[in-house]
């Protein structure tokens, strides 16, 4: 069975700061990862996708995220947040050739000016 | 291109009544797939579904409710008998028949709130 675990529920950083969300995940076979992006009210969009070529990632919006098999990790980061960085954000897996994706409990992330 | 498509965006029931939900997937997707997001918890996966079969719906409850993509028009998920609890957002998501990394897009969801 896979799941996926995302520390911290909120984070908050000020404008400018280091945006860093945390993913770990289980996975019996080798998965493939997602992050997602949501704003109020809306649906999911995705950020970024590792699907077993490069391990770190670059997405949209200037975020990244890399893939560490010995952690079981995928993490997320963005240099600079921007105040339009508020949203949440779920990290995601599949296994390769599954159907469903499995989804973190996501992180809601607060920025101040 | 126009993306997953959602109706009604929000819908309004009093308990006992049924709620349907509809989504058209993306141009050329036949794959398409049913989230619930309870209040303050991340995505649940329910129901997995190609044109006119359920391939997986190890995560739909067992009484209440039921899904269908037909081989015309959009995917239906339908709720009878509804109960506050089953006030959340309902999102669908589409995928092409061959995904060889199994992306999934999102609709925009449907809130449903239960009286």
């Known amino acids: 069975a896979q799941s996926v675990t995302q520390l911290g529920s909120h984070v908050s950083v000020s404008e400018g700061a280091l945006v860093l969300l945390r993913c770990n995940y289980s996975s019996s076979v080798p998965p493939y990862l997602f992050w997602y992006v949501q704003y109020p009210n809306q649906g999911l969009q995705l950020l970024l996708k590792y699907t077993s070529a490069a391990t770190l990632v670059k997405g949209i919006n200037g975020f990244e995220a890399e893939f560490k098999k010995s952690e079981t990790s995928f993490h997320l980061t963005k240099p600079s947040a921007h105040m339009s960085d508020a949203a949440e954000y779920f990290c995601?897996?599949?296994?390769?050739?599954?159907?469903?994706?499995?989804f973190g409990g996501g992180t809601r992330v607060l920025v101040k000016p | 291109n126009a993306g997953v498509m959602q109706n009604p965006r929000h819908l309004v029931r009093r308990r006992g009544q049924e709620a349907r939900l509809r989504c058209s997937p993306m141009k050329g997707h036949s794959h398409v797939y049913w989230y619930r997001q309870l209040p303050e918890e991340g995505l649940k996966f329910m129901v997995y579904?190609?044109?006119?079969?359920?391939?997986?719906e190890s995560g739909m409850p067992k009484e209440r409710f039921s899904a269908e993509f037909p081989k015309e028009g959009p995917s239906i998920l339908r709720i009878q008998q509804v109960v506050r609890g089953d006030s959340a957002a309902y999102f669908c998501?589409?995928?092409?028949?061959?995904?060889?990394?199994?992306?999934?897009?999102f609709g925009p969801g449907t809130r449903l709130t239960v009286l």
């Open positions: 995601a897996v599949i296994k390769a050739a599954g159907n469903k994706l499995t």
């Open positions: 998501a589409s995928s092409p028949p061959s995904a060889g990394d199994n992306e999934q897009f």
């Open positions: 579904l190609q044109k006119e079969n359920i391939i997986d």
